[in-house]
């Protein structure tokens, strides 16, 4: 499985944005750069996704570089319910016994502040 | 309200005694799996079921068993729990398709065993 790194962490001021770098340098060509987020004692939670077009929802911004070695999830006004762990994780979609299979990396822990 | 539902969501037990972790979904999603979160190591896949009566082992599957015979459900099974398997579990669910790429998790079940 192609590998993302995140910083371990990283602080933001409420209503402040934030930007979450992962970077994926090894990344192929069918893989989906996905991110959730899971906030204290609960499970996973789907924010975003992208293949190579930078994308919106009413959760996030992903910002895709153009050799999608990287890419930067953005919070546009951070609130404390947005404290939580991210996780960047890269999905193939080729198929296979690979299919639906998120591997998790550590995340980035993100605190934020009042 | 979508949702994955996991029962129970706090277990302790003794080494040795069989438990069944259970796991249901409101989706009609075909695809299902299990995994295991542990401080430092992340969160790991145990098996996967891509639809009723189809299961496959993930990246730690030792010491576990599943079953998919209904499409809705997909309980977890420890015939001889071991410490080792003190963890906090996980089920998730997925839309099977080229289309489908938000992945829904249960709430967790904190297993304990002694």
């Known amino acids: 499985d192609a590998k993302t790194t995140q910083p371990n962490s990283m602080e933001s001021n409420e209503e402040e944005p934030v930007h979450l770098p992962c970077n994926h340098s090894?990344?192929?060509?069918?893989?989906?750069i996905h991110w959730y987020r899971q906030l204290p004692s609960q499970g996973p939670e789907y924010v975003i996704h992208?293949?190579?077009s930078n994308v919106n929802n009413r959760m996030a911004s992903l910002a895709i570089a153009e050799d999608r070695k990287s890419s930067t999830l953005i919070l546009h006004r951070a609130t404390l319910r947005d404290a939580a762990v991210y996780y960047c994780?890269?999905?193939?979609?080729?198929?296979?016994?690979?299919?639906?299979?998120?591997?998790f990396g550590q995340g980035t822990i993100l605190t934020v502040h009042p | 309200e979508a949702q994955v539902t996991q029962n129970p969501r706090y277990l302790i037990t003794v080494t040795g005694k069989k438990l069944t972790v259970t796991c249901s979904q409101n989706?009609?999603?075909?695809?299902m799996s299990w995994y295991r979160q542990d401080p430092g190591l992340g969160l790991r896949q145990i098996y996967y079921?891509?639809?009723?009566?189809?299961?496959d082992k993930g990246d730690v599957p030792e010491g576990y068993k599943v079953s998919r015979k209904e499409k809705r459900n997909f309980p977890l099974i420890l015939e001889s729990p071991s410490p080792n398997q003190t963890s906090l579990y996980f089920c998730?669910?997925?839309?099977?398709?080229?289309?489908?790429?938000?992945?829904?998790f249960g709430p967790g079940t904190r297993l304990t065993v002694t």
């Open positions: 994780i890269l999905r193939d979609y080729a198929g296979g016994t690979s299919y639906g299979k998120l591997t």
């Open positions: 090894t990344i192929s060509g069918t893989d989906y």
């Open positions: 992208g293949l190579t």
């Open positions: 989706m009609n999603h075909e695809y």
């Open positions: 079921s891509m639809n009723v009566e189809v299961t």
């Open positions: 998730a669910s997925l839309k099977q398709g080229a289309g489908a790429h938000e992945q829904y």
